[in-house]
């Protein structure tokens, strides 16, 4: 009876142990699914937004263009948690991830996230930061390269930036979010790439803007 119980005590662990994987495995296989609905349905919308804005201004100039000139801005008002900001894209590592508002679970579980105490890109200033997964949206990072072209495309315009830097740093080191002198997106994930479990550091690509157009849709290829 004794060299039975060890036995079967194993044979207990063992299944409980296939049993956890399966559920990690089923988890996340369900968050890459809701990840990709998210994305596909967020594109359509801000290529929507974009189609509906370049019909909208060329009606708006050629009825009274006077006033076109001198059309006040939109009001600027704070983004709501999770509200649809535009699209992300890298064309060398062919990527293209929606961007929402907010740096909350829910937000970074489907999208880039914004981090809420950063300019947005159509304010054409300070440092812009952008969050994502190493295991998700941002797994491409990890082959990044100096002068890549990152564009981050919005209903208000356009935004094309270079790549001027990469770093590891620490996950206190905030000091990589504060204002610069000349307009910068910040991008940030977990390091290293392969870690298992909570990422020890952070991996943060910085690149300044180099040119932009208001209001009209990307020229070149656009990733869908």
Request: charged share 25%.
């Amino acid at each position: 009876m004794l060299p039975d119980a060890p036995r079967r005590s194993g044979t207990i662990v063992t299944r409980l142990l296939i049993a956890f994987g399966l559920g990690c495995l089923v988890f996340y296989t369900f968050a890459v699914a809701q990840s990709a609905i998210y994305q596909r349905k967020a594109k359509a919308e801000i290529n929507e937004k974009i189609s509906a804005r370049r019909l909208d201004e060329p009606a708006s100039v050629s009825s009274n263009p006077a006033v076109t000139a001198n059309r006040i801005p939109d009001a600027p008002r704070p983004l709501a948690e999770g509200e649809l900001i535009g699209r992300v894209d890298i064309p060398r590592l062919k990527l293209s991830a929606a961007v929402a508002e907010g740096d909350d679970n829910a937000t970074l579980g489907k999208a880039v996230g914004h981090l809420p105490d950063t300019p947005l890109p159509w304010q054409r200033r300070g440092n812009v930061g952008l969050a994502a997964h190493r295991d998700g949206l941002f797994r491409a990072l990890k082959n990044i390269r100096m002068d890549d072209e990152v564009r981050v495309i919005t209903a208000r315009g356009e935004y094309f930036y270079r790549v001027r830097n990469t770093r590891i740093v620490n996950p206190e080191d905030v000091w990589v979010l504060a204002p610069t002198p000349k307009p910068t997106v910040t991008l940030i994930t977990c390091y290293p790439f392969s870690f298992v479990g909570h990422a020890p550091q952070r991996f943060i690509v910085q690149a300044e803007l180099v040119g932009g157009v208001e209001g009209s849709v990307v020229k070149g290829a656009v990733i869908q």
